[in-house]
């Protein structure tokens, strides 16, 4: 394979979206680690609580496949460095809200400029990394989303005691516009890699309508809406199982909630480097990403135990396996679709398979709490346990059709994937 260097300014880049997205799940969780202290300040309700989060997640789903087109049309650049100033300006009015109306206006810009940031950084790694390396660097950006979450409580709490409520909104605020402004000078003169340089590639975005006549595309939408509900759950429900069933108090649950994310990142980044290993060396990268797949969905039927665990050490290993296997797939997906895709089309396709996944995260968790509460755990945990085996087999029966199956082109003809 023909020997190349990866561009400094790619790993810059790459340590740039590691500070957005973690500033992405810190501010989209300052709202609930303050909810005690809102509900003094401005006199907030359960009621309002619950319109708050509605109008942080409706704007969220739709946006997340505006905010694709968006970066598939006007480049990463431009729509990335919008996409952090404007939900840092949002957090920053979240701040200086006088009432609920007001916080409910910052919440809902929050939730329309935030799910951008994915479909862009689906657009940066496909630009800026080679495919022989891109699952490494890939692998060293997802802790960003778990380190905001581990980071959040400690965080806004201690803003929340030096300044005020309002502080805890504005400062992370302010550190996300100088993020923007650093974005905007670093993101130029992308790279061209030897190993991408033979790839056919449409210079214009496809048609939304040529991209849902494409096959592959429903699969990939099939396969994201049957195992993100997993890690939505495990991030909604785990905090409570752990203080209801095992009896945690608030200040153990900070000692231990970590670990199952923690764990993940570290499978994240092993896995990394083995799919590069053997991407490196010939093998076709859609296969190397399905039999990953396959072997993580393997370890998924373990979540079905988590009921009978005897001690807190067994349902941390059991909670920790049940994370290896999400994260693995959420950042194997993103790899898909990078070597099935057109790169003028990845961001439309990264934002179509967000919406729908968090619509299924969403739907799962409306549903899961009369479920819980008539029948227990047992048969969510029963459920989860099936998922990713049912992806899994969905997506080795196509294995051929991913690698040789034409894509749409901007101008309606086909190209080879």
Request: aromatic fraction near 12%; include cysteine.
């Amino acid at each position: 394979m023909t020997p190349f260097r990866v561009p400094t300014r790619s790993w810059i880049l790459l340590a740039l979206l590691f500070a957005v997205g973690l500033l992405n799940y810190l501010d989209r969780q300052t709202l609930s680690i303050l909810k005690g202290t809102l509900r003094e300040a401005l006199g907030m309700t359960d009621t309002n609580y619950s319109w708050l989060i509605g109008a942080f997640m409706a704007p969220y789903i739709v946006f997340y496949v505006v905010s694709g087109r968006l970066v598939d049309r006007f480049g990463t650049r431009l729509s990335l460095g919008v996409f952090v100033g404007v939900w840092s300006l949002a957090n920053m009015a979240c701040g200086a809200a006088g009432g609920i109306g007001a916080l409910a206006a910052g919440r809902m810009l929050l939730g329309a400029a935030e799910p951008g940031a994915f479909p862009a950084i689906q657009r940066v790694m496909m630009t800026w990394f080679p495919v022989e390396r891109r699952a490494f660097a890939w692998s060293l950006l997802s802790p960003c989303t778990t380190l905001g979450a581990i980071i959040a409580p400690p965080l806004i709490a201690w803003l929340t005691g030096h300044w005020n409520w309002r502080g805890a909104f504005i400062i992370p605020g302010a550190i996300g516009l100088f993020v923007a402004a650093a974005w905007w000078m670093a993101d130029k003169n992308p790279p061209v890699f030897p190993s991408e340089a033979a790839r056919p590639e449409p210079e214009k975005p496809a048609p939304m309508r040529e991209i849902l006549r494409d096959r592959r595309v429903w699969l990939l939408l099939a396969v994201r809406a049957i195992t993100d509900p997993v890690w939505y759950f495990l991030l909604f429900w785990l905090p409570g199982y752990l203080q209801e069933r095992m009896g945690l108090t608030l200040q153990e649950l900070g000692w231990v909630a970590w670990i199952p994310s923690f764990a993940a990142s570290a499978a994240v980044m092993a896995t990394g480097r083995a799919t590069d290993f053997f991407v490196g060396r010939g093998r076709r990268p859609v296969r190397v990403r399905v039999t990953m797949f396959v072997i993580a969905a393997c370890f998924a039927p373990v979540g079905v135990l988590t009921t009978f665990a005897p001690s807190l050490f067994w349902v941390l290993a059991v909670f920790s396996v049940m994370s290896i296997v999400c994260q693995i797939w959420f950042f194997g997906q993103s790899l898909l679709v990078a070597d099935v895709f057109p790169k003028t089309s990845a961001a439309t396709m990264a934002g179509l398979l967000g919406a729908v996944g968090a619509t299924g995260g969403l739907i799962l968790n409306v549903l899961a709490g009369p479920v819980i509460e008539r029948f227990g755990y047992l048969v969510v945990f029963s459920t989860l346990a099936v998922l990713h085996p049912l992806a899994a087999a969905l997506l080795f029966r196509n294995t051929r059709r991913l690698e040789g199956a034409p894509a749409p082109a901007a101008d309606g003809k086909e190209i080879t994937a």
